[in-house]
């Protein structure tokens, strides 16, 4: 499989989580989130390296954290902006060479490697590819909580991280979005600006985000779910 850097926007509140600190130092059974997420790719041997965005005052932290599991394959801590876009524009200036790069939620602890590796392989010969699921419930829009409509669920995906891309093609779109002063949810977003086509490789659902407090608690039952399998 073709090799690929992963760039992690880590340097984010929390705040839905309610923590009070960085989501990310909070415990998932054994290990903090971030460091089960971190796993992830340490773990698979196409990952070439990881560059991780974070807050200035959680640097030490953050390296102590990766010092104390054992972490190798994090090769520098650069730091985040105000807003998710630039701290992955922070990651991206940082990286010093072409080839894949993946962004990945620092939060989102559970992908798996095969959806990894296709990701990968997409976006080795079209340029970008994203995760994502197909929506399950029905869909509709509201106007001060009336119902107006029904969307065809059919075409509606809801979409996870890793994203995956071509290095020049992520590149020039986040270039252009910081001199557009365009904000946009995701890289995909930014990509889909120059008309760029992105694929989507479908995931699986436990691909959570640890967002809410809720969150952690399927959190918990997946990894331990998860153990038992390898066992």
């Known amino acids: 499989m073709k090799k690929y850097t992963v760039l992690i926007p880590a340097a984010g509140s ?11 130092f909070l415990e998932l059974v054994d290990k903090p989130i971030l460091i089960h997420t971190l796993e992830v790719f340490e773990n698979d041997p196409s990952c070439e390296g990881m560059i991780l965005s974070v807050k200035e005052e959680e640097r030490l932290d953050i390296s102590r954290m990766i010092a104390q599991f054992g972490i190798t394959k ?7 902006g105000a807003e998710r876009q630039q701290s992955v524009a922070a990651c991206i200036h940082a990286h010093p060479s072409n080839g894949i790069i993946l ?14 590796r296709q990701l990968v392989e997409t976006a080795d ?24 409509g029904t969307i065809d669920r059919s075409t509606l995906w809801s979409i996870q991280t890793p994203q995956a891309f071509r290095y020049e093609v992520l590149k020039e779109a986040s270039d252009k979005a910081e001199a557009d002063g365009f904000l946009g949810t995701d890289e995909s977003m930014i990509v889909e600006r120059l008309g760029f086509p992105v694929h989507i490789v479908e995931s699986a659902y436990d691909n959570v985000k640890m967002t809410t407090k809720e969150d952690l608690l399927f959190g918990e039952v997946l990894l331990k779910h998860r153990r038992q399998e390898d066992v």
């Open 14 to 24: 929390g705040s839905r989580m309610g923590a009070g600190f960085n989501k990310l």
């Open 74 to 80: 994090v090769k520098m801590l650069v730091e985040g």
């Open 103 to 116: 962004v990945h939620d620092a939060a989102r602890p559970f992908i798996r490697h095969e959806v990894i």
């Open 125 to 148: 010969v079209q340029g970008a590819a994203i995760a994502g699921v197909r929506v399950k419930d029905t869909m509709k829009t509201a106007s001060d909580t009336i119902v107006e």
